[in-house]
């Protein structure tokens, strides 16, 4: 296959980045005592992407066979050509191109766990949760790998293998009494091996966690809404970083105007912030936005996007890089061979302060802590946001206490930063469950260390 | 289906009690615009096939792209079925006769440039209405497809189809206001008949970003909420939750025993519509090629239904409704919603004494535990009846139960969204939280 795109790559005039994609995933769904869910799937193709007088023609095929990669080629020409109104002007793009062969380091390569291991550690933990029993009324357990193998050529000199490994897990428990329900989840996903997806929590303690959340939050009060402080753990200081700050910096978003546009070099946020967005993470190096390759076939970058409240830098691919005279930072990404690649985050994060998180938590006399995702937010482009939080307690006199349930919190992100007066010297990559959305999913991750700020809480008049 | 019902004998010779086999293929052209600019104009075609068996009362399932291993795909389908758990449920649905629905396919098709044409009419007639408009992004998609089903139970279908699709999203930028994110769009069986809307649908984008500048919050009330069809389109991805039997049946919806009984005002009546022909989320048969039907699924207020797929509807001892999405983790979803009409908006407006229109809502709401919280995104204040200002930084917060129960009107006229053309829904006494006063 490498040599197929090598050599049509090598025939072809112009700006031409072929991708072939291999996709292998499995899904295990365990619910109320029986595995609901036992599946596997497999796509592959090659994507192709040619530059023409300013536009992009792009075309795919499942097919593996050199006639068939050369027909989508053509198609993929044959797209750019068929635009009336392009720039009219072809780009230099800014590239870093990769080569060589690049994968994923795995402690146990899940490819090479057998399935009754998989299925066993799903059924195990669902059991433990439902025999909890009492209030707990529902369980499920969910697995989920892909296995992805790429190769990419570029007109720019990319010639690059790329093997990539990345896994999800879920654990949802629904507590009823009466007429009131709860839940409470334990998500987490990582980059790398079987060993990997476990590496901050034993299997053997979510089953706890995942039903205490449920349970205690049954008969929890709904908070008063308004402005309050909060201390925010890891999981929601990555939520903000990625939701609320960091799709404003993706450059294509600030070209279309996004907040940020023209505050390179402006005040954003305290003095105490800085963030990054990283394709690997030296704290974490099995945060799930990992990436060696992006999908033009780039070496990513780390971007500093905030430096001590600082705006520094943007997102970027090869083709706003070379707008913006800047470097490439790498963050090109696309979900499946027959999708085109768009900029994407990858392990977004604030980096540590100085704090102590039981100083944050001591030297406050009323507030909130807050912790995990909920059920969904968003955020938008003047870097507003709202998000379900999925666990909160009171902090009263400097010390948590009761629970509460109901909590979403919103703001202006940069507001938020700019309100922060703490910043712990902990740190925790926690956002790696799920996809992010842009047009198509992208695996990210995302987090930092506790801070303590101000925003609104939504909640009862 | 020669191919298919090779397959199917494949996987029976290979173990599997019963089979399935699903082969999608689709041709699609893309031209898309970002940064207010023509970016990518992209055509290829795909096939996938899903491949379902049971062996014993053991499922498996596998999903492939790749024709040239599709074999090996049917042979670890079954590998997986043996590996799986018994289950007395599961089993495909015996063939029943299906009504094809009329009108899902046209037969025009656009050139690349044609396509392009539309998209850059969407793009600049949004542009040209205010020069404060900013189009982050802008798609227009025509895609022919064609499903074919075929068991060995004897369920044999084939469904060709058509579908136009666009949406344009961005905002507005005043200085340094920058309104809220704002999208429109519209989807169609015919090319002609559905970009007919593109200018329509530009300066309907158009308007509501620019009106949104200026935005500033409200006090802390309890008031109305005037539903967009977008919001309403945001309730019904809860009630899809709320309604699946396997969520009732898995003891996560609080819909669970209530059949019969009211769960919402006497005001809402909502059913799904499958069988209208012409549209692109009609369907003549489901996941499981079980044939679609119309649905009654609250009439005043009143639960009269759960949708049911092959495997919920055997383990309540009912009829399958003709809901199940397929796929390896399926799970009965709503086709089409319609609600009843019951007034004219300018009327639902004008009930209004205190309270916000909500042209998106930012949010969340727990389907499990029926708290509902978010910001109010392109929304206006109204005061007797009256838009005030447009609105920022003001949530809305309740619980799902209570804004069911609080639905005080339903309009008759209806918009586009992403599932359908849906109304308007007012909705009584929700707290609405600002950050400051007005």
């Not at chain 1, 940069?414 to 902990?426: A, I, P, T």
Request: one cysteine or more; proline letters at 4%.
């Amino acid at each position: 296959m490498r040599t197929i795109l090598k050599e049509l790559v090598a025939d072809t005039p112009g700006v031409v980045q072929m991708r072939y994609h291999r996709r292998k995933s499995l899904v295990i769904r365990a619910e109320n005592g029986r595995i609901s869910t036992l599946s596997s799937s497999l796509l592959s193709g090659t994507g192709v992407r040619v530059h023409r007088a300013g536009v992009w023609g792009f075309s795919s095929t499942s097919d593996m066979s050199r006639k068939k990669i050369a027909e989508a080629l053509r198609e993929a020409i044959a797209a750019a050509a068929a635009a009336r109104g392009g720039s009219g002007a072809d780009v230099r793009f800014a590239c870093d191109p990769a080569t060589g062969v690049f994968t994923v380091a795995a402690e146990r390569p899940f490819s090479r766990i057998p399935l009754e291991e998989k299925l066993a550690l799903v059924r195990t933990i669902e059991e433990k949760m439902r025999r909890v029993g009492g209030t707990i009324v529902s369980t499920s357990v969910s697995y989920a790998e892909m296995e992805d193998e790429k190769i990419i050529v570029t007109s720019d000199g990319a010639d690059a293998e790329y093997r990539d490994a990345k896994m999800d897990f879920r654990a949802n428990a629904v507590a009823a009494d009466g007429n009131e329900m709860e839940f409470g989840t334990v998500m987490l996903g990582a980059t790398g091996g079987w060993g990997d997806l476990f590496r901050r929590v034993r299997p053997e303690d979510v089953p706890e966690r995942a039903v205490r959340k449920a349970m205690d939050k049954l008969g929890a009060p709904v908070p008063a809404g308004g402005m309050s402080t909060v201390i925010l753990h890891p999981s929601l200081v990555g939520l903000l970083a990625h939701e609320a700050i960091g799709h404003t910096v993706e450059a294509d978003f600030v070209l279309a105007g996004s907040i940020v546009k023209d505050k390179i070099g402006e005040k954003v946020a305290g003095e105490k912030i800085s963030l990054v967005d990283d394709p690997l993470c030296d704290r974490d190096p099995s945060g799930a936005g990992v990436l060696l390759v992006d999908d033009e076939g780039t070496r990513p970058k780390k971007a500093v996007i905030i430096e001590r409240g600082v705006l520094r830098g943007f997102l970027h691919d090869a083709e706003t890089a070379a707008h913006f005279h800047v470097e490439n930072t790498g963050n090109a990404r696309a979900f499946t061979y027959r999708d085109e690649p768009v900029i994407r985050m990858r392990n977004t994060y604030l980096l540590p302060g100085e704090d102590t998180v039981e100083a944050m938590i001591a030297s406050t006399e009323n507030g909130l802590y807050l912790k995990d995702f909920g059920m969904g937010g968003q955020a938008d482009a003047n870097a507003e946001f709202m998000f379900d939080v999925g666990e909160a307690r009171k902090i009263e006199h400097g010390k948590i206490t009761a629970m509460l349930k109901g909590v979403t919190i919103s703001g202006q992100a940069f507001e938020v930063l700019s309100s922060v007066d703490m910043v712990g010297n902990d740190f925790l990559l926690d956002s790696g469950a799920g996809y992010c959305g842009k047009h198509q999913p992208a695996k990210v991750d995302a987090g930092g260390p506790h801070i303590r700020c101000r925003m609104m809480i939504g909640g009862k008049l | 289906m020669k191919e298919l019902e090779r397959l199917v004998a494949l996987a029976c010779a290979e173990g599997a009690t019963e089979a399935e086999i699903t082969r999608s293929r689709s041709h699609r052209k893309t031209v898309f615009f970002e940064k207010n600019a023509l970016k990518s104009l992209k055509s290829d075609s795909g096939a996938q096939y899903g491949i379902r068996v049971i062996a014993g009362t053991r499922a498996g399932y596998v999903s492939s792209n790749d024709a040239a291993s599709i074999r090996d795909s049917v042979k670890e389908a079954v590998s997986i079925a043996r590996a799986s758990e018994e289950d007395p449920y599961n089993g495909l649905p015996a063939p029943e006769d299906v009504t094809m629905v009329d009108g899902l396919s046209d037969s025009g098709e656009p050139s690349l440039a044609e396509i392009e044409e539309a998209a850059r009419s969407l793009v600049e007639t949004a542009r040209a209405y205010d020069s404060r408009v900013s189009v982050d992004s802008a798609s227009v998609e025509f895609r022919r497809s064609a499903v074919n089903i075929l068991s060995s139970k004897g369920v044999s279908l084939s469904q060709e189809r058509s579908s136009v699709f666009y949406f344009i999203m961005g905002m507005a930028i005043e200085g340094s206001d920058i309104s809220s994110f704002d999208y429109t769009g519209d989807a169609g069986v015919g090319w002609r008949k559905t970009v007919g809307g593109v200018k329509d649908h530009a300066l309907r984008f158009g308007r509501a970003v620019v009106e949104s500048l200026g935005a500033k919050p409200v006090a802390r009330c309890r008031g109305y909420a005037l539903m967009s069809p977008d919001t309403v389109e945001e309730m019904l991805s809860t009630l899809d939750f709320l309604l699946s039997a396997k969520n009732v049946q898995e003891r996560r919806s609080s819909f669970a025993g209530k059949l019969g009984r009211p769960v919402a005002s006497e005001v809402l009546t909502l059913k799904d519509e499958p069988r209208i022909p012409g549209l692109p989320w009609s369907a003549s048969f489901d996941g499981e090629g079980v044939p679609t039907r119309a649905l009654a699924l609250i009439e005043a207020g009143v639960l009269k239904s759960y949708l049911h797929d092959t495997y919920t509807a055997r383990k309540d001892k009912v009829r399958s409704t003709g809901h199940a999405s397929g796929g390896g983790t399926s799970n009965p979803s709503l086709h089409a919603p319609i609600l009843a009409p019951t007034a004219d908006l300018a009327a639902m407006q004008g009930m209004m004494d205190k309270g916000v229109s909500v042209r998106r809502f930012s949010g969340n709401i727990n389907p499990v535990s029926g708290v509902f919280s978010g910001v109010v995104k392109g929304g206006r204040y109204i005061e007797r009846g009256k838009i005030v200002h447009p609105v920022t930084g003001t949530m809305l917060s309740g619980t799902f139960e209570s804004i069911l129960a609080n639905i005080v009107a339903v309009s008759k006229e209806t918009e586009p969204t992403f599932i359908g053309a849906l109304p308007y829904v007012l909705v009584k006494d929700m707290d609405i939280v600002g950050e400051t006063g007005s």
